[in-house]
């Protein structure tokens, strides 16, 4: 058995045979020509004919991965019409003489070179996208067949790399999973590989020899591990893993596309909450209907440095332009408490859950504040993002933000940065908020009610310590009866209230939650489909009644 690891794009076993496809070599020979307009001729067929094809790769991603992941091959089709890029090819061909081939190749090479050198991870992934179209014109120009990759039963794919048209042309039903040489997690070859549930991983260290063909081969997507030739004992555990998968893709399969509505017509949203950018494929293949809390923090964390404002922003609308048109809440860092950062600085606290953190943090270091607020804002403008403040307790804190978001969007329109114009909430973590929440829900667009730090604020006990364990109790009556208080007063101001704590996915309180009116319920993607069930079969009605007897 011989065992390569990667870097996992999305989950989910694969078992099967394996299929190594090597990319056809483009040889591209310099040949002087005497006719430099006949060349650019051929040169601007060849371009017609490769926008033709990425209209025609545009609309199939677009029926199948939907509109935010085919508008790469819109993105591809302005590359090919880019000014620079055609100027860069018809100087090569009109000064030195040479064939169209040649000023493709070079002009490719020369933009992938150019985008690699750039610090941006974003831009850095562009060489990739300029590689593919330089090869798509190449091919054309050659009179060769732009084919996908040819499997002629279902197999595991295993190649150098995989472009994004060669990624969308993948026929679903004969490819099990793909495994790569190169590629990141951030490319649009792994965005689409999430989106279309394919388990994948890039950036794996396995040979492309010939002999792998027609091996058996197992992808485990969780934990980024592909074994070649696997034993006995390996294969029947991944077995076992895969029919788990199974069954849970099976309840996907009778739930999916379902309304969240009970059975007397009571409405709830179901949403996901996320880390990272990372965590999108589980939050699609769950069915969410959007995205409850992205904890942004956890970019702060994984940096040695605060996050630049770029750096932010492209992470932001990444997550935008997946859910396609679907909610976004994203938190403003909560760093601090357990959730620590060195660059920060912070000093000592004997008590740091009661101390500085979240946004204590940002109305005392505006600047940090400020740089997240305007990578979120300009975000905003692709997709519905909405903007969440955690560890309030008054209403002042609630109008301070409101002076510094409207610094922000000065800012921003002094320059003509585009930017939308996001919901805005707070989450009601504290039982200062919950109790003065007719207040609060007078000056915000939202509520999202933490039941982690609710809990333990209100019964006075650190969950974090387990010691305690006896006596934490997050089905206490002061608890439950914040959360009911919290939802009667949100909807007294004519606004929504949701749950994004550990107690949202508790099922033995969904009845309960839906009997409050609870509005949302954001929970780790797993827990979607289970809670989608219960509230199927719930009538809120005479589940009070019951109560009431």
């Known amino acids: 058995m011989q ?51 990425l209209q025609g790769l545009y609309d199939k991603a677009l029926r199948e991965v939907g509109e935010a992941n085919a508008a790469i091959f819109e993105v591809h089709q302005m590359m090919m019409e880019d000014d620079g890029y055609n100027e860069s090819v018809e100087n090569i061909i009109r000064s030195q003489g040479v064939n169209a081939e040649y000023a493709v190749a070079t002009t490719g090479d020369n933009y992938a070179q150019m985008f690699s050198a750039m610090d941006d ?16 014109l190449l091919t054309v120009l050659n009179g060769e067949e732009t084919g996908a990759v040819d499997a002629d039963e279902p197999k595991i794919i295993v190649a150098e790399d995989l472009a994004p048209s060669e990624t969308v042309q993948l026929d679903k039903d004969k490819v099990l999973s793909f495994v790569t040489v190169k590629g990141s997690l951030n490319s649009h070859t792994a965005i689409l590989a999430r989106t279309m549930a394919i388990p994948a991983l890039v950036n794996t260290s396995v040979s492309l020899e010939s002999e792998m063909d027609g091996r058996l081969g197992i992808v485990d997507g969780a934990n980024g591990t592909f074994y070649v030739d696997p034993d006995e004992a390996t294969l029947a555990e991944m077995k076992k893993r895969q029919e788990e ?32 950018i990372k965590d999108l494929a589980t939050v699609i293949q769950n069915d969410a209907g959007g995205i409850g809390l992205f904890r942004s923090e956890f970019i702060y964390l994984e940096k040695e440095d605060f996050p630049t404002e770029e750096e932010q922003f492209q992470i932001y609308r990444q997550v935008a332009q997946t859910m396609a048109g679907k909610r976004v809440i994203i ?144 089905h206490h009556p002061a608890v439950l009866r914040m959360i009911s208080l919290v939802v009667e007063n949100a909807h007294k101001a004519g606004i929504w209230a949701g749950i994004c704590g550990e107690l949202g996915a508790d099922q033995s309180l969904t009845k309960e939650f839906l009997a409050m009116g609870v509005d949302e319920l954001s929970v780790s993607p797993g827990s979607i489909l289970p809670l989608r069930k219960i509230i199927l079969e719930t009538n809120v009605t005479d589940y009070k009644a019951g109560k009431e007897c």
């Open 3 to 53: 065992i390569y690891n990667g870097k996992s794009v999305f989950g989910g076993i694969a078992i099967g045979k394996i299929s190594v496809y090597q990319k056809k070599e483009q040889q591209v020979k310099r040949v002087k020509i005497d006719d430099p307009e006949q060349e650019m001729a051929r040169y601007e067929k060849a371009k017609a004919e490769g926008i033709k094809q």
């Open 121 to 136: 991870d974003y831009m850095r992934e562009r060489a990739a996208d300029v590689r593919d179209i330089s090869e798509r």
């Open 245 to 276: 998968d199974l069954s849970r893709k099976q309840l996907l399969l009778t739930l999916k596309g379902k309304e969240n509505v009970t059975l007397d017509g009571q409405k709830v949203m179901l949403y996901a909450n996320i880390g990272n």
């Open 331 to 474: 938190r403003t860092l909560d760093i601090g408490a357990d959730k620590q950062c060195d660059y920060f600085h912070m000093e000592h606290e004997e008590n740091p859950a009661l101390g500085c953190r979240a946004i204590r943090i940002c109305l005392t270091r505006p600047e940090i504040f400020k740089t997240q607020l305007r990578a979120l804002f300009r975000a905003s403008a692709f997709g519905k993002i909405a903007i969440m403040y955690p560890m309030i307790t008054s209403v002042q804190e609630v109008r301070k933000i409101k002076g510094i978001v409207e610094e922000v969007k000065a800012e921003l329109t002094t320059q003509g940065v585009e930017f939308g114009n996001p919901e805005q909430g707070i989450m009601i973590e504290t039982p200062a908020a919950a109790i003065i929440s007719d207040d609060l829900a007078k000056e915000v667009d939202f509520f999202s009610i933490g039941t982690n730090d609710l809990s333990q604020y209100t019964m006075a006990i650190d969950r974090q310590n387990p010691q305690l364990d006896l006596f934490f109790d997050p």
